[in-house]
């Protein structure tokens, strides 16, 4: 599961690419090629599921982020940026919110709506751009010889060439399973998840009318939207206790930190949820797909927990937090024994019985 973070020139990107991931290699200046780093799932959950069994291991889930080189007319032009945009699984697209006359803006004046439009724009040229070619292709090898699926093919890719000339992206587009195998391959970046972070000054933090005006726009393109002031957050990350991070954060009304946010959206974005494993050992967070059942679940942990799955003892976090213990969740008959039809649910905690 990899998010690429991608925007414009002095957008705050790299401010935030540090931030999420503590990686000082964002500061070595220009970079051409995709920096990757790791990034901590923050759940409060995970920490409250901590103190109730202070365990002598903690594993947080993790996210894997990726730094993609500037979205500028030269890396268009060598089409570099878009073959690194198809190794990811979703998109952050930072857009600069924030006015500042010291930080020049590649197109003159501060105007996000524009810069969403802009970039979006240049994802549908280059989605349109390979089905023009490959339909190219595909036309020629069927005037020689007639074969049934890339008539299909051919069929879909103008269907969807149709869709891109709406100037709509992919994502919006429903495809069965016979029609996703025909073009999973394909480069296609709007098929992609996307997430806008609005990269915003700290007098502007508490104003959602950025929020506001992309509201529209992000339902009918189907996106996601959050605000952020990078520059804050990285003043936050300097700060040496999370007791001087939190007074910081609730000074300026920050209720959550931006990794918390940016995280969940992406693991909404990527179809992802959470479920955790317990005891005074270790306390581990894993990530799954949504609607998995036990057994891929128990995969999640080891392959020998799938192969083996016998039931799933399962203990819902609400109900774990009410009743105070796992002991005293027991004794109210709290405790769910599932089997290999049961779809695992966000937050459930969950103890595997196996035999291989």
Sequence with gaps: MKVGIVGLPQTGKKTLFKVLTGSEAADQGGHSKP??????????????????????????????????????????????IFQHIVDVDALCHVVRVFKDEAVYHSSGSVDPLRDVEMVNSEFLIHDQIFVEKRLERLEAALRKIKDERQT???????????????????????????????????PFITRKELILVFNVS??????????ERAADHCRQQ???????????????????????????????GIEEPALGILTRLCLKALGRMSFFT???????????????????????IHSDLQKGFIRAEV??????????????????????????????????????????
């Design 35 to 80: 920096l990757p780093g790791t990034a901590d799932i923050v759940d409060e959950r995970f920490a409250t599921l901590v103190q109730m069994y202070a365990p002598k291991k903690e594993t947080r889930a993790r996210i894997d982020l990726v730094l993609l080189p500037k979205i500028e007319q030269e890396t268009i032009a060598k089409g570099d």
């Design 152 to 186: 299909k093919e051919f069929e879909l890719l103008q269907r969807i060439q149709v869709h891109l000339e709406e100037e709509q992206p992919l994502r919006l587009m429903r495809f069965s399973g016979e029609e996703d195998l025909l073009i999973r391959s394909y």
């Design 202 to 211: 700290e007098e502007d933090l508490g104003d959602r009318t950025i929020l």
């Design 222 to 252: 189907k996106m996601e939207a959050m605000v952020v002031s990078a520059q804050v957050e990285s003043e936050i990350a300097q700060l040496d206790s999370e007791e001087e991070k939190k007074e910081f954060r609730a000074d300026l």
């Design 278 to 300: 317990v005891g005074k050992e270790e306390v581990h967070q894993w990530l799954v797909r949504i609607g998995s059942t036990a057994p891929i679940a128990a995969g999640a």
């Design 315 to 356: 203990m819902k976090y609400p109900e774990l937090i009410e009743f105070g213990s796992e002991a005293e969740l027991k004794r109210q008959g709290k405790l769910y024994v599932q089997g290999k039809d049961y779809i695992v649910e966000e937050g459930d905690i969950l103890n595997i019985r196996f035999n291989v």
